[in-house]
């Protein structure tokens, strides 16, 4: 069996973290979300995959050349849509093949369910149907997919995962491959629908943390850094080389944090928090159920909760983000949502600054005591 992942998009609905990195490359416990797909395609046997890539290909390609797996890459030229890319991978098909997308998670008893069909989509029950393909299903056979529905007539989604044989690509006449779902279900074609084990994406910026969240429960403690005896460790801790752990830091686990960093001293980290690399934590911070990407600094006396921040942000002393529900536009929606805050890359803050419920695009700078709330767009000052 082959396998197909698509990694061609940008994956706009997670601006501004994907304006310089496609999605499937976003960070999750410190690694890329990529990974965990590739990884739990080998553990199924399955070795002949196909990336597509698109946007920012060279990131993406750069990546996978550094891993120990025998990849093969195809181009989408232009981002045209799902069927548009898994034509671009058409030239490496010569056997029943699986597709998924580059940028979910998806356990490997997951894949071992679907790999086993021929022409079935592996589905999940999702609390906000709306934001996915519905799926219709009667006796275990799909019936109707509805894209993106307004109104769910029911919570089972596509995860965008599906088993082929190699007929499909004669369905594919459109940019998207529930249209060619579709057209096999017209066509008198059974589809199976096949339960996901474990399975979860990331819509929007704030899902990552979820998403991180899940990710953190499968780390094996590992020490490769210095860390002062005072330190208190709990739970599942991984610190990378040359990282320093001052004295009387206190990390609950999961926690991961990566190569070259300096933490504290007196500092807390709590669970359910991915540290990238050279990042600086100065002394009396308290981060909790957050994902700091690489080469960022954060002030002492900062408060960072249920916070995602982009690589090179520069937080000074006093900084704090307020987790608060309150309703945040998206593209054409407003819906509800609950989080600290959204940084972009490079978004420097003055002391005393506090991030409530906020999405801070790339480049954004903020005076000092100043409260930013809601969408900051790139490059805004807030005097």
């Given at each position: 069996?082959?396998?197909?992942?698509?990694?061609?998009?940008?994956?706009?609905?997670?601006?501004?973290?994907?304006?310089?990195?496609?999605?499937?490359?976003?960070?999750?416990?410190?690694?890329?979300?990529?990974?965990?797909?590739?990884?739990?395609?080998?553990?199924?046997?399955?070795r002949d995959i196909v990336v597509v890539v698109g946007y920012r290909k060279e990131d993406v390609i750069r990546h996978l050349n550094k891993l120990?797996?025998?990849?093969?890459?195809?181009?989408?030229?232009?981002?045209?849509?799902?069927?548009?890319?898994?034509?671009?991978?058409?030239?490496?098909?010569?056997?029943?093949?699986?597709?998924?997308?580059?940028?979910?998670?998806?356990?490997?008893?997951?894949?071992?369910?679907?790999?086993?069909?021929?022409?079935?989509?592996?589905?999940?029950?999702?609390?906000?149907?709306?934001?996915?393909?519905?799926?219709?299903?009667?006796?275990?056979?799909?019936?109707?997919?509805?894209?993106?529905?307004?109104?769910?007539?029911?919570?089972?989604?596509?995860?965008?995962?599906?088993?082929?044989?190699?007929?499909?690509?004669?369905?594919?006449?459109?940019?998207?491959?529930?249209?060619?779902?579709?057209?096999?279900?017209?066509?008198?074609?059974?589809?199976?629908?096949?339960?996901?084990?474990?399975?979860?994406?990331?819509?929007?910026?704030?899902?990552?943390?979820?998403?991180?969240?899940?990710?953190?429960?499968?780390?094996?403690?590992?020490?490769?850094?210095?860390?002062?005896?005072?330190?208190?460790?709990?739970?599942?801790?991984?610190?990378?080389?040359?990282?320093?752990?001052?004295?009387?830091?206190?990390?609950?686990?999961?926690?991961?944090?990566?190569?070259?960093?300096?933490?504290?001293?007196?500092?807390?980290?709590?669970?359910?928090?991915?540290?990238?690399?050279?990042?600086?934590?100065?002394?009396?911070?308290?981060?909790?159920?957050?994902?700091?990407?690489?080469?960022?600094?954060?002030?002492?006396?900062?408060?960072?909760?249920?916070?995602?921040?982009?690589?090179?942000?520069?937080?000074?002393?006093?900084?704090?983000?307020?987790?608060?529900?309150?309703?945040?536009?998206?593209?054409?929606?407003?819906?509800?949502?609950?989080?600290?805050?959204?940084?972009?890359?490079?978004?420097?803050?003055?002391?005393?600054?506090?991030?409530?419920?906020?999405?801070?695009?790339?480049?954004?700078?903020?005076?000092?005591?100043?409260?930013?709330?809601?969408?900051?767009?790139?490059?805004?000052?807030?005097?």
């Amino acid at each position: 069996m082959q396998a197909v992942i698509l990694a061609a998009g940008e994956g706009s609905r997670l601006r501004p973290l994907t304006r310089s990195k496609p999605k499937a490359m976003l960070p999750v416990a410190n690694r890329p979300i990529i990974d965990y797909v590739i990884e739990a395609l080998l553990e199924n046997g399955i070795r002949d995959i196909v990336v597509v890539v698109g946007y920012r290909k060279e990131d993406v390609i750069r990546h996978l050349n550094k891993l120990d797996a025998p990849i093969q890459v195809a181009v989408q030229e232009r981002q045209l849509g799902t069927a548009d890319a898994l034509r671009a991978a058409q030239a490496e098909i010569t056997d029943d093949f699986l597709v998924l997308p580059g940028d979910n998670y998806i356990n490997a008893e997951s894949i071992a369910r679907i790999k086993e069909e021929r022409n079935a989509v592996l589905v999940a029950e999702h609390p906000n149907p709306s934001n996915f393909g519905v799926v219709v299903i009667r006796n275990g056979i799909v019936r109707e997919i509805i894209e993106k529905p307004e109104d769910a007539p029911t919570f089972t989604v596509s995860t965008g995962i599906y088993s082929f044989t190699p007929d499909v690509f004669s369905y594919l006449q459109t940019n998207e491959i529930p249209d060619a779902l579709s057209a096999m279900i017209a066509s008198g074609r059974r589809i199976r629908a096949i339960p996901a084990d474990d399975w979860q994406d990331a819509v929007y910026p704030w899902d990552l943390l979820k998403l991180n969240s899940r990710m953190l429960r499968g780390i094996k403690p590992e020490i490769a850094g210095t860390v002062d005896a005072s330190v208190i460790r709990r739970g599942a801790v991984r610190i990378g080389a040359g990282t320093t752990i001052g004295p009387n830091t206190v990390i609950y686990g999961p926690v991961t944090i990566g190569s070259n960093c300096n933490i504290g001293p007196n500092t807390v980290i709590m669970p359910d928090t991915s540290i990238g690399d050279r990042v600086v934590l100065e002394p009396f911070t308290y981060v909790a159920d957050s994902l700091i990407m690489n080469d960022v600094t954060i002030g002492s006396h900062s408060r960072i909760v249920s916070a995602v921040f982009g690589q090179g942000c520069i937080l000074a002393d006093h900084t704090t983000t307020y987790p608060s529900a309150s309703f945040i536009e998206v593209g054409d929606r407003v819906q509800k949502e609950e989080f600290g805050a959204v940084l972009g890359e490079g978004v420097r803050a003055a002391p005393f600054t506090t991030f409530k419920n906020c999405i801070a695009g790339n480049n954004v700078t903020v005076g000092e005591q100043k409260t930013v709330v809601g969408v900051i767009e790139d490059g805004t000052r807030v005097m």
